[in-house]
Structure formats: structure tokens, C-alpha cells
């Protein structure tokens, strides 16, 4: 499929009615968080609380603006949006985008390597989420210097997951890790983990057995800080947002410290098709192959990117924001 040409290159000829067709249009974020538009109206409304100054919840509200559609040159079949995006660990869009790239870095490294999901959980307390998050990162550190886990693990990834028991009105903070080595005792660990935290042995252990269960699980945990249960609750949600603001939630460790999980990938192999505004416009007049392509969009395999900065696309409105990881 070929738009025609008026849509391929966005140019400085369009007079100021067309312009506005084109950018900053809030079908574009509608476009990209229609996903969750209702929890997102939550969230939207939690960060301006926990962030009341600087421009994290202006940013967030405005994630998806300027979209535009790519196709890849090698295979026209698949195609992105990119677009001025918060990249906030509390927007779902960003972070499942995130999960996908951690995900296309990371499988591709671990694809010869034995892999195992090792879950780490902490007993339940009363205690102000910072304060349990950061018990269970040091708990971890301490862990990764016992001889039994130095033996059979030699390096990994960790993600960070909350959870939220309504009933009980506490969290659940717990590590999901993704570690390269060898075989290991789930008793062992178990008894291990027990002596470190003092109270806690509950934990997990299974075998990754291909690429694509450690692309499954990355996304999975890296896609989101909290479970759905968290988005329900404002206060928690609030709570959470401030307790694990500055926080890192993907973090790597021995062998595999220094991977650059979030790298993007090379834009040269993806082509130009035209503004998402634009080809919206277009299927509005009727023009089939629009329609066609927005109904692609639409599907659940394209890919979402923040928006490049290349020849010819108008940039951003506002600075780029600082990855929140």
C-alpha cells in the first residue's frame, strides 16, 4: 500500500488551516491510549496531586500528540506510529512500548543462554511502600552475596511489580528476575531468602526454555508498576506514585550489567507514509487506501515509538522528557 504523494513528505508550503489538521490534534492521543482511556483519566488526575509542579502531568496528558505513521522498508506490512510521547513509568502506552524494546534487546542475548524467572516476595507488613521496596532491594543485594546463589546465578535482569490488597489495604512489592546460570534449588533459595529477610521464603523458580517466553515475561513485568488493582484505588495510586518517584524498576546485574536494554532500534529501515492526521483526514474524504491503512493501525501488532527527529517532521512542541525508569 502507497499513500499518495500529498501525505508521504509533511512540507512548509501547507497554509495555517492545514497545519492544524496535522499536528496536535487530540485524536492522535486518542489514538494511542484508547486502551485505557478511563484508567488513564485516573492517573492523569493522581499526578497532577503527587506532581504539582513542573510539567510531568502536562506531558502525560499530551502523550501521543504529532503522530506519524512509518512503514518498515523491508517488510510493508508492518508499520508504526511515532509521536511526542511522556515515556512516564505511570502511562501504560509508554511502558508497554518500553517492554517491547527491553524485550527485542534482551531475547536475542539470552537466546543460547540458561534462563530462569526467579520471583522474590517479602511477607506482608505494614509498612509505607518506600519503605518495603526499599527493604526487598536490599534484601536482594544481600542475597546475590551468598555463596549458594553466587554458584548458580551469574548475572541477570530484575523488574519490580506492586501490588495491592484492597481488602487488607497493603501493598505487595515483589521482584520478577530474569537470571543466566545454572540449576537451582527452589528449597535452597527458599531457605536462603529466609535467612536474609529474616521471615520471608517465598519464592519461584522455572526454566525459560525460549526467546520468546523471556520477550512474554519482560513485557509482562516491565510493561506496568502496579496491577490493576493499584489503578483502581486513587489513594494507593497516589501513595504509590510517590513512593517509587526516582525509583529504578528495571534494573540489570553481574554478567549482564551494561546491557543497553532500551536502545532503540536503527530508523533508517522504517519509511515515511504521512501524518496519522492527515490519513485520518483522508479516510474521512473517503479515500479507500486510508481507510485501509488506519484499519491496520488499529490492530495490535503495529508499534508505537516516540517520534524521531527526522528531515522534514516538525519537532516537538516541548523538550523531550527524561526517561522515567
Not at 485524536?27 to 494511542?32: E, I, K, Y
Not at 532500534?265 to 492526521?277: I, R, Y
Not at 473517503?286 to 493501525?297: C, K, Q
Request: glycine share 6%.
Amino acid at each position: 500500500m502507497h499513500m499518495r504523494a500529498e501525505c508521504d513528505v509533511p512540507t512548509s508550503s501547507l497554509d495555517p488551516h492545514e497545519a492544524s489538521r496535522t499536528e496536535h490534534r487530540p485524536d492522535d492521543v486518542a489514538f494511542r491510549h484508547s486502551h485505557w482511556a478511563r484508567t488513564r483519566a485516573r492517573v492523569r488526575a493522581q499526578l497532577r496531586t503527587a506532581f504539582p509542579r513542573g510539567r510531568r502531568a502536562g506531558r502525560f496528558a499530551d502523550c501521543g500528540q504529532s503522530a506519524w505513521v512509518f512503514r518498515h522498508a523491508g517488510d510493508p506490512g508492518r508499520f508504526k506510529v511515532a509521536s511526542d510521547t511522556c515515556r512516564d513509568r505511570w502511562c501504560r502506552a509508554c511502558q508497554r512500548d518500553r517492554g517491547r524494546v527491553i524485550a527485542r534487546n534482551l531475547a536475542p542475548r539470552l537466546t543460547d543462554l540458561e534462563v530462569r524467572l526467579v520471583t522474590l516476595t517479602l511477607r506482608h507488613r505494614d509498612q509505607a511502600l518506600r519503605h518495603q521496596v526499599d527493604r526487598l532491594y536490599a534484601h536482594f543485594r544481600t542475597l546475590r552475596r551468598a555463596p549458594f546463589w553466587r554458584d548458580a546465578v551469574d548475572g541477570g535482569v530484575g523488574f519490580l511489580e506492586v501490588k495491592w490488597n484492597p481488602g487488607e489495604r497493603r501493598f505487595h512489592p515483589h521482584l520478577h528476575v530474569l537470571v543466566v546460570g545454572r540449576w537451582i534449588s527452589q528449597k535452597r533459595l527458599a531457605d536462603d531468602w529466609r535467612r536474609v529477610t529474616g521471615d520471608s521464603f517465598v519464592v519461584d523458580v522455572r526454566l525459560v526454555h525460549d526467546p520468546a517466553d523471556v520477550a512474554h515475561y519482560v513485557v509482562k513485568y516491565a510493561s506496568k508498576p502496579g496491577d490493576a488493582k493499584l489503578f483502581r484505588s486513587p489513594e494507593a495510586l497516589l501513595h504509590a506514585m510517590r513512593a517509587l518517584h526516582g525509583r529504578r524498576t528495571c534494573f540489570t546485574f553481574g554478567v549482564c550489567r551494561g546491557w543497553q536494554l532500551t536502545a532503540q532500534p536503527d530508523t533508517d529501515e522504517w519509511v515515511l507514509v504521512g501524518s496519522l492526521g492527515c490519513i485520518r483526514d483522508r479516510a474521512a474524504d473517503g479515500d479507500p487506501e486510508a481507510f485501509e491503512l488506519l484499519a491496520r493501525l488499529g490492530e495490535s501488532d503495529v508499534t508505537h515509538a516516540h517520534r524521531p527527529a527526522a528531515a522534514g517532521i516538525p519537532p516537538p512542541s516541548s523538550p523531550t522528557p527524561e526517561r522515567n525508569y
